[in-house]
């Protein structure tokens, strides 16, 4: 694991799946922290590439061909998250305030696409920047997605106030979590467009057109933190865990099932790359 400190800020990034182990300002936890032996329990704090959340049945086509990946979410006959988040990962580059790790995705018969992966964590004084840049080091055109899954500290449990500023969530199937229909924010339970209590609403939504501030940025906040969000995020995913005492804010490329949808499918020509970017301050 690599620690990185910078002022009040510390931060634990593991080599095994690249994800953020722990985020702490002043000592306190801004993140539930992980062990960073690849465990990941509820994948906490994890790399999502080449594709974030579900993928039905583990089956897609892509350019008149079908593959097929393993199922690693059994109870819903779906691939989740990806091929990253419990391999190797190399320390491409280091200093006592960020780290650059690097990784090619597996390459398989249900994957058999050269991505290579460079992944940038810095922190400063005002908090942790993340960027991610897939780059198609193959001869062929690629599909990819890609997102993070840290769970942020709620400060005040269901009374912390939220604002996420979306125009638009997905609507899942019961039981396997797969989208349905875009369906309008306003006047349902997951509307956080103007700041209120978490309170008891159960989230496990993705989030799209999205609202950005004269930056250009998607700024959420939980309470005293913000996730802030570059153009490469399109979609958020918000997620309540058993016990809520976090909550789950994940920067997305797509949506889940998007090897299947084609929604927000980012194709990598040869040559091509991807970038990612979030932010996460406090004050």
Request: aromatic share 8%.
């Amino acid at each position: 694991m690599i620690e990185l400190e910078c002022g009040a800020w510390s931060a634990t990034v593991a080599t095994h799946g690249g994800g953020l182990v722990a985020l702490r300002q002043h000592g306190r936890d801004v993140v539930v922290p992980q062990d960073g032996d690849g465990s990941h329990p509820a994948y906490s704090g994890a790399v999502l590439a080449p594709w974030p959340n579900r993928l039905e049945d583990g089956v897609y086509t892509f350019e008149g061909v079908t593959y097929e990946v393993p199922i690693n979410e059994p109870e819903a006959a779906t691939a989740l998250h990806g091929l990253v988040h419990d391999i190797a990962w190399t320390v491409a580059a280091a200093t006592p305030e960020s780290v650059r790790l690097t990784v090619e995705v597996p390459r398989s018969a249900g994957f058999p696409f050269t991505v290579r992966l460079d992944l940038d964590y810095v922190l400063s004084s005002g908090g942790l920047n993340v960027a991610l840049t897939a780059t198609n080091a193959g001869d062929v055109a690629a599909p990819y997605g890609c997102g993070f899954h840290p769970y942020l500290v709620l400060d005040d449990g269901d009374e912390t106030p939220l604002w996420i500023p979306a125009e638009s969530y997905l609507e899942t199937t019961p039981v396997r979590h797969l989208p349905l229909r875009r369906k309008e924010v306003a006047g349902s339970p997951y509307d956080f467009g103007s700041t209120r209590p978490l309170g008891s609403t159960v989230l496990d939504y993705a989030y799209t057109d999205l609202r950005r501030d004269e930056t250009g940025e998607v700024v959420v906040r939980v309470g005293g933190t913000e996730v802030r969000c570059g153009p490469g995020v399109l979609w958020l995913q918000a997620y309540t865990p058993e016990g809520r005492g976090s909550l789950a804010v994940e920067p997305c490329s797509s949506p889940a099932n998007a090897f299947r949808s084609g929604h927000d499918l980012v194709v990598l020509q040869p040559g091509s790359r991807h970038v990612l970017t979030w932010t996460i301050r406090r004050p």
